[in-house]
C-alpha cells in the first residue's frame, strides 16, 4: 500500500521538476506537474520562494532561488572524498580515454558529484550534480546493491520508469539482478540510461567497510567489447582500493 505523501514530500517534489530541459516553470504547469490544486501549488511555491529557493523569472515563470546555490556549496565542500577520488579518477581517464564518473547516494536517488571526461568522451547525460533514480545505470545499481535488501522497495518509485528499451522495469527482475551485483562485486550496464552507452561500475568502501560512493567508468558500445571491460574493471577496483585507503590514513 502507497503511504499518502506529506506536504513536505510535495514541495520537495516541486523542487525536483526542475531540470536542465525544464529550467523556468509557470506556477500553471507545476499545478499540473504535481497534481495539486492550484491554491496548495501557491501556497507551496510560496514557501520555497520565501525560503529563497524559488525565484521569479523576468518572464514571470519560477526558477531555483540562490539558496539552493548555497547549499549546493556548503554540500560540495563536504564532499572530502571528492578530492580524494579526483586524481584517481583522472588517471583511470587517461588509461581508458573513457569518461569516468563518481555517484554517490543521496535519498533514494544516485547523484554525480565527480565527472572526469575521457580523450575521446562520447555524449552520457549522467552530469555532475544531476540526480538520477536508482534502478538504471550501472553507476546507480551498484549503489542500491550495496543498501540493505530489505530497503530496497523503499528506494524504489513504482513503476520503475523506462529510460530505454533495455532499462529493467520489473521491480523482482531488478532485485535479482542487484544480488547478482553484490555477489560479483562490480556492475555492467549497457543502454539501459543512454543508448549506445556501456559503463562499468564497483563499490567504492571506506575504512568501516560502508559503502560510499560509486566509481564508474562509461563510453560507447562499439568501443568497449567484454575484453575491454574486464581491463576497466580492474582499474576501477584498483582506484576504489586506493581511495579507501586514503579514506583510512586520512592523507
Known sequence: MTKPRSSADKVLEVLLLFQESWPELTAEEICELIDAPRSTTYRYIRVLRDKGFLE???A??????????QLGRIARSRLDISDIALPVMEEIAWQTRETVLLTRLFGSNAVCVERIEGAQAVRISFEV???????????????????NEDEWDEHLTLPLERFTEHTVTDPEVLKEQLREIRRQGYC????????????????VVDARGRTVAALSTAGPSFRIDDATVERHLELLRSGAAAIREQLRTGL
Open 56 to 58: 521569479k523569472s523576468p
Open 60 to 69: 514571470g515563470a519560477f526558477r531555483l532561488g540562490p539558496r539552493l546555490l
Open 129 to 147: 550534480g544531476q540526480i538520477q533514480p536508482l534502478h538504471g545505470g550501472a553507476s546507480s545499481k551498484i549503489l542500491l546493491a550495496y543498501v
Open 188 to 203: 555492467v550496464s549497457e543502454s539501459e540510461v543512454d543508448l549506445g552507452a556501456r559503463a562499468m561500475s564497483v563499490p
